[in-house]
């Protein structure tokens, strides 16, 4: 039979939404993982990715064209997000969101599951979830690879080269799967997952290490140093030799903060600073103070 009575309600079971699997979140997080950036549109930013990540899922779900388009037209919708903390959870999510909607229509139910409510949903998260992504991939992670891989590329080893890219991508792979699939799991409760003492203390200590990592890198590997020398009452005065028995690694400290400064003052600027640094170190050392 391909109609259904249920309560006095024909339906038609060739339309009945299909189950969602965990291959299905996994296929569609995937999609999104490797398509991330490629249609990207500054009307909608991120939506087109997220639209075409999301279409084996909808084409389940959706029967009806009609209800089809809608879903098409409601996860193409302005949408902007770092690519594993916030693209894996709200992948997730919107899997979960999407398939109950699917059943509240085809049931002849009230749709509590409205447009608005998704919406609301994705644009809440996804700046949040851009913030921690974002700090704790691209701020912390990502160098923790890169320290470690330096001295072995200062040897010569191509590994050095390597290393942090198929790590680093190895890992935003697998969590990002790992955020879809909870996402899916726990629905509109996916962010409970974020709010979790453990999940925060992670955090934590992550950020914790990412500075000290910062910091080694910064005393390891900014090289900067005085070549400045004159004399006092006939002796002798090194000032490169006095800041390194009083203050050690002061001058690439200073460099830092000042390019840390520059970036809090005019925002994230990179070649700018790059070059006002190439021009204020020339100047020093050309008049023999670097």
Do not use: C
């Not at 024909?10 to 189950?19: L, M």
């Not at 087109?48 to 037209?73: F, Q």
């Not at 996860?75 to 997730?92: D, E, M, S, Y």
């Amino acid at each position: 039979m391909m109609t259904e009575i249920k309560n006095n309600v024909a339906f038609d079971s060739r339309k009945q939404p299909e189950e969602i699997t965990k291959r299905d979140v996994t296929k569609t997080y995937l999609r999104w993982h490797f398509a991330n950036e490629i249609p990207h549109s500054f009307e909608r930013y991120l939506a087109p990715s997220l639209l075409w990540a999301m279409r084996p899922i909808l084409r389940k779900l959706y029967k009806d064209d009609d209800a089809l388009r809608a879903a098409y037209e409601r996860q193409l919708l302005f949408f902007n997000t770092q690519l594993t903390w916030g693209g894996g959870i709200i992948t997730g999510l919107m899997a979960s969101m999407e398939q109950e909607r699917a059943r509240e229509e085809y049931n002849g139910e009230e749709i509590k599951m409205t447009d608005d409510l998704m919406y609301n949903t994705k644009a809440g998260l996804m700046g949040a979830l851009a913030g921690i992504g974002d700090s704790i991939d691209s701020g912390t992670i990502q160098y923790i690879f890169i320290a470690i891989a330096i001295p072995w590329a200062q040897n010569g080893s191509s590994l050095g080269a390597l290393f942090p890219f198929i790590f680093f991508a190895t890992y935003q792979v697998l969590i990002g799967l790992f955020f879809a699939r909870q996402g899916f799991t726990t629905g509109r409760n996916a962010t409970t997952l974020m709010q979790s003492a453990g999940i925060q203390n992670v955090i934590e200590l992550l950020s914790i290490l990412g500075l000290f990592m910062m910091g080694i890198l910064a005393g390891n590997y900014v090289k900067v140093s005085s070549s400045l020398e004159f004399s006092i009452s006939g002796r002798p005065f090194n000032v490169q030799e006095t800041l390194d028995s009083i203050l050690p690694g002061v001058l690439p400290l200073t460099v830092v903060l000042g390019i840390y400064w520059y970036y809090t003052k005019k925002g994230l600027k990179v070649t700018q600073a790059l070059l006002w640094l190439t021009l204020i170190l020339a100047v020093l050392a050309a008049i023999g103070i670097l």
